[in-house]
């Protein structure tokens, strides 16, 4: 019979040596990363979870979760909660760790008729 | 920062440790849960020794902050930690009830800071009580 001293064993040092370990700690960094996006621009805005909820066609306890990086979300989630905060393409690209992704597909309309109107502006003038 | 367990001399183990054992299964899902605590332990050593909501809360009248992580079956981990010279010191760790107002509970749940309060000033009056986070 195996006997294992629990109280000496360090769970997370040995968790570490699972193959699945690394996948799992880099989901849980971009959900961290996600997390405090959501939150910082939340606050940025002064919306409460219940407004953000709304805008953004979801509950207040699952942007709690959001903001505890407790769930993964689907894109539908991802593109609507980034378009309400207006997450430029920096945000995206840092929370992802990917080194660049392109604003208006991330905002579509809105950063195409900001786009138009800069354009438009420079013509005129 | 440095991340260090709290090693308590009278119980000889450390409190976070011997909580985080139970889910030493090696099953995916524990896994998983385990990756993602120690995910939030490292994101908040590479922080300042302040409070980072949301990955990490104040709580009021006491001098840690506590870890969350939701467990699959409605219950809430918490791992409470403070900073002091550079160290993240894991104090203690303890679930509840995702959702709760018993007067039991909250008599637990403060009973546990209490006794997470003592480690804490064990610490502060010998710091050479902890082990290395691996």
Redesign the interface.
Same mark, same amino acid.
């Given at each position: 019979m195996k006997i294992t001293n !629990? !109280? @000496?064993?360090?769970? =997370?040092? %040995?968790? *570490?040596n @699972?193959k699945?370990?690394k996948r799992?700690?880099n %989901?849980? /960094?971009v *959900? =961290?990363r996600f997390? /405090?996006a959501v939150?910082n621009a939340r606050l940025e805005r002064q919306m409460s979870q219940q407004e953000l909820a709304k805008k953004s066609g979801t509950t207040q306890k699952r942007i709690s @979760?959001i903001? @505890?990086? %407790?769930i993964d979300l689907g894109m539908g989630s991802i593109y609507r909660i980034a378009q309400v905060l207006c997450f430029d393409s920096k945000t995206l690209a840092d929370i992802f760790d990917c080194d660049f992704i392109c604003y208006s597909i991330v905002c579509g309309e809105t950063a195409n008729s900001q786009i138009e109107e800069s354009l438009t502006t420079k013509l005129v003038y | 920062m440095k991340i260090v367990?709290y090693h308590d001399p009278d119980l000889?183990?450390c409190p976070v440790?011997?909580y985080?054992?139970q889910?030493?299964t $090696?099953s995916?899902k524990?896994?998983?849960l385990?990756? #993602?605590? #120690?995910?939030?332990i490292i994101?908040l050593s590479n922080q300042d020794s302040h409070p980072h &909501? &949301?990955?990490s809360k104040s709580l009021h009248g006491y001098a840690f902050f506590e870890i $969350? +992580? +939701?467990k699959p079956i409605k219950r809430l981990i918490r791992v409470l930690y403070f900073c002091n010279n550079g160290m993240l010191v894991l104090l203690n760790a303890f679930d509840k009830p995702d959702d709760y107002s018993s007067q039991k509970i909250k008599k637990n749940i403060a009973k546990i800071f209490d006794i997470t309060e003592i480690y804490r000033q064990k610490y502060l009056k010998n710091k050479s009580l902890y082990?290395n986070?691996?």
């Open positions: !629990k !109280k @000496n064993s360090d769970p =997370i040092a %040995e968790a *570490r @699972n699945h370990f799992y700690s %989901e849980a /960094n *959900r =961290i997390a /405090n939150y @979760n903001e @505890n990086a %407790e | 367990y000889k183990f440790k011997q985080l054992s889910f030493n $090696g995916v524990d896994i998983a385990l990756a #993602d605590i #120690d995910s939030k994101f &909501p &949301p990955i $969350g +992580r +939701r082990e986070y691996k």
